[in-house]
């Protein structure tokens, strides 16, 4: 195969990766999903990347990819993290169901409806401040749920 | 001769500050440093005179020195240099036959010196300033006994003397202008001495008021003589060069190096200009017709501040200022524009005619007035229209009876306020006439100055007030008749008008000075219930001034017109030795027999008509009261002239400053408004997109990319 | 030469912010009472400022500078300096700033109850903007302390004000701020033209005005710049119709705000004028001439006719700032040496007098918590001493002669009138003489609004609104000096009998007390100053002569003559030292 034709190879199956990780973001609801779309775009410009930097027959591309990766894999776990906070308030994976944002004039947009379960009253842990001691109310550390 | 001039003004302004900082300590004491320091003032000032007389009537000085002034610069105001280059050349529109020297075009400096000046008019008006400022202290000690303000009283005196005595001696234009000022806030001060009596503060603010608007005037003419002649000062000054030693001189507005040649004196329709501003300052500091309103209302302060500075100093200063500047008004003459029939007006006819028309028109209010104070306050109005006629008039005479007058006035109307006062001090701070009557037992000595001060008003032969007045009025007849003999018909007619107007003034002025006193003294005893037991005759403090200025009263007059060294003295002011002027003196002119008899004539009619009127019963003056009733109620309303200001100028400004802020709120601040809302109107606009869907983010993310994406395939060549 | 000074200079303008950092620092914790400390950090500055004031040699000089890398260097294109000077416009204003912050800490000793730490290093932070301003040479150094006086001047509006802060606080900021952005962008155009005439990159403003006299722009472009530098200078000034912002930030600001505003900040303004448009504009400043001047008189008298009807004294006040500043662009726009060097010193009249009286009313405020006038009468009665420097600060603000306000007006009206009189086309000098005349007229409206509301507040029969007597003492800690009323009105009261019974009041109830020591010496100086300038004005003006007649050298008088026409000006060298040291009376010769 000549260079040129992998590159386009690679550049189709880079495209291709980015296209579909494109449309699921935009078209899916479950963050989740949402999440590995992003993951799959960016996965398609590092195919694209390796695909350039080997045409060009520089490590460029490919040191990019690598420092992609790292990043994609620290985004992951904040994302990730961000996911499972959003999931324990809501109790659920539906991103339609996090609108606050929005201004006050514009009314929440949801296609389907999804049924309301948050559970607000759960008992969160806190954060401990740091620096000086917090007020101690000997109830709370008697009736503690968990630690 | 220079500390004499300096120590003059500088010993009231101590006792000021003395006052003003240890009043609270020295309470009923406060009087003392004034009185010792404006008395030491007086003496000074007799010096002074004595000493400038010497040197100005000094044979031995060159005959062709234009008068004699001496000047000493304490400090420099401002002085800035080469500001200043006047456009037109000086001298134009003069009469030929004068050289004219034009002085080098160059640029002027603005260059003030805090200066003092000593010339026989300046001796003359603070020996007179400081002398009845004394006798008014010493009066006020008694009369303000007991006052709250005791002290603050003898401060505002003792800066006021300050203020008008630098007024007189000051030599520049700004410095005159300050002072002007200066004795114009101590009156409002001292108007509003009782500042909760809330017709005493709006008199204070109205009184100043009326004066800005003269001021305005002032100022204007200020500029206008910055701009024409380059200079503001009255005397030459020299600068010298520290580099090149080069000595440069600047002729002053009045220097002695301009007075020698008429032809250096702005002409035409700027020196017109200059003087009719002037003329308005001087008719709001000395209450001449169109700003006369605020005197009578001034009438609230306590009455030594009547006497003081609404009788005999500060409102002269408007005479002062006109006698000063003759050489301007002189030179005015001649503009094209200006012409009454065949001759050309110059500013001093019109300085005359004011004055003519308020000697009469104030004469005229004053005879209806119940309130003593303000029958004297437009008697002031009245009698300091005569010196504007004097020095209107313009001749040499004319100005120095102009200022004659001045001084006996000042006598004889300070007598007259203080012995009012006395009255009101006895009556429990009551003065209207119409509830008392009769007092001349009760007060005699109070009685009898007032009566002295009657005569010498009302132009009663021997008295002093008979001379000034018909020196005045005989040298308004003879201008009249010298223009007639000059062929200037117009002209004559209008001084002999101005001549039959000052006569019949002459009448109404001893009517309602005697009416006053035959309503006070005269007639059955009648006291207020508000007197209470203050209703005897004033203590010593307070009639002892009363009789020193009843002698001067009656006798300065007779003094001065038999000796003839007031005149002789007078014209070695540097403003009045001026050619034009100086060429009209005639030394020991024949005295005007005839104008004399005319008007001891008037005066007695006066009196005459006023004891038919008011002695007795007056039934009569009722009659006449309710037959003239439309008259009566126009001169007791003071000729509605403070309505119908209220209407032309006072509500418009009010109703224009009622819209300006309407304007202000909605208008002005709505077009900000306006210009502040279109961003958040921007806002509102692009405000549904924020839709907190975090697909429809994305989406907005790939189309941006897309159009980014598109510009840069599209983009020719790229 | 004097390298000491230049760093007793840096000292002086940094020190402000040193103190200020120092108070947050101390106060964090909300225990300690740092008003001691702020007003050690003031009284400093002031000496500090007193003394370089001091050896200020005048004719012309530049004092004190300092010239260091900043942002950039010598060899980058961007080369930003850190450089201060003096000289004689900025000179006095200099001085004043340090002056007011003393009487603004002093009034807000107790008027603040608040979040005192804050405020008072807010103040500190503020001196330190307007020292910078008056002493910047560099012109981006300029523009940072020109908007640095902003910020804190916010928070004093926002957080302290009255019951309308906000609004007020960001109309104020908003306003000022959308003129400075274009006063930004006319600075860097000066720069870069000075960059493509001479090939030099530089920020300094006296290379820049050197440079653009050289080469001066093209007209047209001359006069966007100058509308640039019009809009933000213009709308600190407050020219009309640009001054809504003012009697509304006025009104709110607290008592040091108003004082501060009136008397430093808006004068950075017609600084701004005569320090860039000035020297550096000469063609956009003669055509925008008459019209400046046209608004000038119309803020004078509009300002004086609003200001009539006021019924709020803080507002009132803030209009006769209006007007005011009215006279100071008329002067400074009259285009002559006297006209502007009135202009100058008006603007440090203006200061002192408009400051002393926010300062005062403040003080009124303080004790009654009102500003409505009608709610008060015959003050005088109760607070002597305080209605005594409120007639001062009134007088010398209505121009009495004698006071500070006479010389500066009398100069800059004489100086316009004699524009208007000299000036060549016939029919644009009658306008100008107009414009005198109306002006001079404004002077009468002032003398008429302000002795009204000293008749309403001050005169008359006692008439005071309801107080809690210990209203003002709560909130005091024990070290607060609220024992010491310097004048009771006991003595006052001594004789209160009174023979001619003109309604007085014989006993005065208890009620608010008079002026204290601490207000006392809040207003002392300001009153030193005010009979400094009126007794002596050329002591001053000696100052600040050399360097407005720089700005405006003899030949450029036939420019601005001919308005219509500009004409590219040639540059004149500076005068020779040795007659720049021998003073100013006597340079004539040299200079023809």
């Known amino acids: 195969m000549s260079e040129t034709a992998m590159l386009h190879n690679s550049l189709l199956v880079g495209a291709l990766l980015f296209g579909i990780g494109l449309i699921g973001f935009i078209s899916r609801r479950n963050m989740i999903v949402m999440f590995l779309c992003a993951e799959m775009m960016l996965q398609g410009v590092s195919v694209s990347l390796v695909a350039w930097g080997r045409f060009h027959d520089n490590w460029g591309g490919q040191m990019l990819v690598i420092f992609i990766l790292t990043v994609a894999a620290c985004e992951a776990a904040i994302a990730l993290g961000l996911i499972l906070m959003l999931f324990q308030r809501s109790g659920r994976l539906d991103i339609a169901a996090w609108q606050d944002l929005r201004e006050d004039s514009v009314p929440a947009y949801v296609d389907r409806e999804i049924v309301e379960v948050r559970e607000e009253n759960k008992l969160w842990p806190k954060l401990t401040p740091s620096g000086i001691e917090p007020p101690v109310d000997p109830e709370e550390i008697m009736h503690r749920e968990h630690v | ?718 | 030469m004097d390298n000491w000074l230049n760093i007793l200079l840096i000292l002086t303008v940094m020190l402000p912010v040193a103190g200020a950092l120092l108070v947050w620092l101390l106060g964090w914790s909300g225990r300690t009472d740092i008003r001691p400390l702020a007003l050690a950090v003031s009284l400093v500055t002031l000496g500090l400022t007193g003394w370089i004031i001091s050896c200020y040699p005048g004719g012309g000089k530049e004092l004190a500078v300092s010239n260091f890398s900043w942002l950039g260097g010598p060899d980058s294109i961007v080369n930003i300096r850190f450089s201060l000077g003096l000289d004689g416009l900025g000179l006095w204003l200099f001085g004043l700033s340090s002056l007011l912050t003393l009487t603004a800490i002093l009034v807000s000793w107790e008027a603040i109850t608040e979040r005192r730490t804050a405020f008072f290093g807010l103040l500190l932070l503020l001196e330190t903007g307007m020292l910078g301003v008056f002493t910047a040479r560099d012109i981006i150094l300029f523009y940072i302390f020109f908007e640095f006086t902003l910020i804190p001047l916010f928070f004093l509006i926002g957080i302290w004000g009255s019951e309308d802060r906000r609004y007020a606080a960001v109309k104020f900021f908003v306003f000022t701020l959308a003129g400075s952005l274009l006063t930004f962008l006319s600075l860097l155009a000066i720069v870069l033209w000075n960059y493509t005439a001479t090939g030099q990159m530089t920020f300094m403003i006296g290379e820049l005005v050197a440079g653009l006299q050289q080469h001066p722009m093209d007209a047209s472009l001359q006069l966007w710049v100058f509308l640039g530098l019009f809009a933000g200078f213009a709308i600190k000034v407050p020219l009309f119709p640009l001054h809504t912002w003012l009697p509304l930030a006025h009104t709110q600001a607290p008592t040091a705000g108003s004082v501060i505003l009136a008397g430093i900040l808006l004068k950075i303004g017609t600084y701004g004028f005569l320090r860039f448009s000035l020297p550096m504009l000469p063609d956009g400043t003669a055509v925008c001439t008459p019209w400046i001047l046209w608004l000038s008189v119309i803020g004078i008298i509009y300002g004086a006719l609003v200001a009539l009807v006021q019924t709020d004294f803080k507002r009132l006040i803030a209009y006769s700032s209006v007007s005011h500043l009215g006279f100071c662009m008329l002067g400074i726009f009259a285009l002559n040496s006297l006209g502007m060097e009135g202009g100058t010193l008006q603007m440090i009249n203006h200061g002192l007098s408009t400051g002393g009286l926010f300062a005062c009313v403040g003080m009124i405020y303080e004790r009654y918590h009102t500003r409505q006038i009608s709610e008060f009468g015959g003050l005088a009665r109760r607070l002597p001493f305080l209605a005594f420097f409120t007639l001062v600060f009134t007088f010398s603000s209505i121009g009495l002669p004698g006071m500070n306000g006479f010389a500066g007006e009398f100069l800059l009206l004489a100086g316009m009138f004699q524009r208007g009189w000299s000036e060549s086309p016939e029919q644009l000098g009658t306008q100008f003489m107009w414009i005198a005349v109306l002006a001079v007229s404004g002077v009468v409206l002032g003398a008429w609004y302000m002795l009204y509301m000293i008749q309403r507040i001050f005169f008359g029969p006692l008439k005071e609104p309801e107080v809690h007597l210990d209203h003002g003492h709560h909130d005091h800690g024990p070290a607060s000096p609220a024992g010491t009323t310097a004048h009771g009105t006991s003595a006052h009261d001594s004789h209160a009998h009174d023979t001619h019974g003109h309604g007085a009041i014989a006993t005065l109830p208890p009620g608010v007390p008079d002026l204290k020591l601490r207000e006392f010496f809040a207003l002392a100086p300001l009153v030193v100053f005010v009979f400094w300038i009126g007794l002596y004005p050329e002591f001053f003006l000696r100052s600040i002569r050399p360097n407005v007649v720089d700005l405006f050298p003899p030949a450029a008088r036939d420019l601005y003559k001919n308005y219509g026409d500009p004409i590219k000006r040639p540059y004149v060298e500076p005068l020779d030292e040795a007659i720049a040291n021998a003073g100013p009376a006597h340079s004539k010769e040299a200079a023809q």
């Open chain 2, 1 to 718: 001769m220079d500390t004499l001039l300096i120590l003059i003004p500088a010993l009231p302004l101590a006792g000021a500050i003395l006052v003003a900082l240890f009043g609270r300590q020295l309470k009923e004491l406060s009087h003392l440093p004034i009185a010792v320091a404006i008395g030491t003032s007086c003496v000074l000032s007799l010096f002074l005179l004595n000493e400038v007389n010497q040197k100005a009537t000094d044979p031995a000085r060159p005959a062709n020195a234009v008068g004699y002034e001496h000047t000493v610069t304490l400090w420099t105001w401002a002085d800035l240099p080469d500001v200043y280059q006047p456009p037109a050349p000086l001298g134009a529109n003069q009469p030929e036959g004068t050289a004219t020297p034009s002085p080098a075009a160059r640029d002027y400096s603005f260059d003030i010196g805090v200066t003092l000046r000593a010339d026989p008019l300046t001796c003359i008006m603070l020996s007179m300033v400081t002398f009845v400022s004394t006798l008014v202290t010493i009066y006020g000690a008694g009369y303000m006994h007991g006052d709250r303000g005791y002290w603050r009283f003898f401060a505002y005196i003792g800066l006021f003397v300050f203020s008008m005595t630098m007024l007189v001696s000051v030599s520049n234009f700004v410095l005159l202008y300050v002072f002007w000022e200066a004795v114009g806030a101590c009156s409002y001060l001292l108007v509003g001495f009782w500042y909760e009596k809330p017709s005493a503060a709006a008199a204070g603010k109205k009184a100043f008021l009326v004066n800005r608007v003269g001021d305005f005037g002032f100022a204007l003419a200020l500029f206008l003589i910055w701009s024409n002649y380059g200079t503001l000062n009255f005397h030459d000054t020299t600068i010298t060069n520290t580099v090149t030693q080069v000595s440069e001189t600047t002729m002053g507005v009045l220097g002695q190096m301009r007075l020698a040649d008429p032809a250096l004196f702005v002409g035409g329709g700027a020196a017109m200009a200059i003087c009719l501003l002037l003329t308005l300052g001087a008719c709001g500091k000395s209450a001449q017709f169109p700003l006369h309103v605020w005197l009578p209302d001034a009438m609230e302060g306590p009455t030594p501040v009547s006497a003081l500075i609404h009788a005999a100093t500060m409102v002269t200063a408007g005479v002062y200022m006109v006698t000063r500047c003759t050489p301007l008004f002189v030179a005015s003459a001649g503009v094209p524009a200006f012409h009454l029939g065949d001759y050309p007006v110059d500013a001093g006819d019109v300085v005359a005619i004011i004055g003519g028309f308020t000697a009469l028109f104030a004469g005229l209010i004053a005879m209806t007035q119940h309130d003593l104070k303000r029958v004297l306050a437009y008697s002031t109005i009245s009698q300091l229209g005569y010196m504007f006629l004097g020095v209107g008039t313009g001749t040499m005479a004319a100005i120095v009876a102009g200022m004659f007058h001045l001084i006996t006035h000042a006598f004889f109307k300070s007598l007259l306020f203080l012995g009012a006062g006395s009255v009101m001090h006895a009556m429990g701070g009551i003065i209207d006439m119409r509830k008392f009557s009769g007092l001349r037992h009760l007060m005699p000595v109070t009685c009898l100055t007032f009566l002295v001060g009657c005569l010498a008003l009302s132009g009663a032969p021997p008295f002093s007030g008979f001379f000034s007045k018909d020196d005045i009025l005989g040298a308004v007849h003879d201008k009249a008749h010298h223009a007639a003999e000059l062929g200037h018909t117009m002209r004559g007619n209008l001084y002999s008008s101005l001549y039959w107007v000052g006569m019949i003034a002459a009448i109404l002025t001893a009517f309602y000075t005697f009416r006053g006193f035959f309503l006070t003294f005269m007639g059955p005893e009648k006291i207020p219930a508000e007197a209470g037991h203050h209703a005897h005759e004033s203590p010593r403090m307070m009639t002892v001034p009363l009789m020193i200025l009843s002698v001067f009263a009656a006798f300065i007059g007779g003094v001065f017109f038999f000796w003839h060294g007031f005149a002789d003295f007078l014209r070695r002011t540097p403003s009045l030795a001026f050619k034009p002027v100086a060429d009209t003196f005639v030394a020991h002119a024949e005295p005007h027999w005839d104008v004399m008899l005319t008007s001891s004539f008037g005066a007695l009619l006066g009196i005459g008509i006023a004891a038919y009127l008011y002695l007795g019963k007056n039934t009569e003056a009722k009659f006449l009261a309710e037959r003239l009733g439309p008259l009566y109620r126009l001169s007791y309303n003071k000729f509605y002239i403070d309505e119908i200001y209220n209407a032309l100028f006072v509500l418009p400004t009010w109703l224009l400053a009622k819209l300006s802020y309407v304007l202000d709120q909605n208008v002005i601040d709505g077009l900000v408004n306006l210009v502040g809302w279109i961003p958040r109107f921007g806002g509102r606009l692009l405000r549904s997109l924020q839709t907190g869907m975090v697909q429809f983010y994305a989406l907005a993310m790939v189309l941006g990319l897309l159009v980014l994406i598109a510009a840069l395939v599209i983009r020719p060549g790229g």
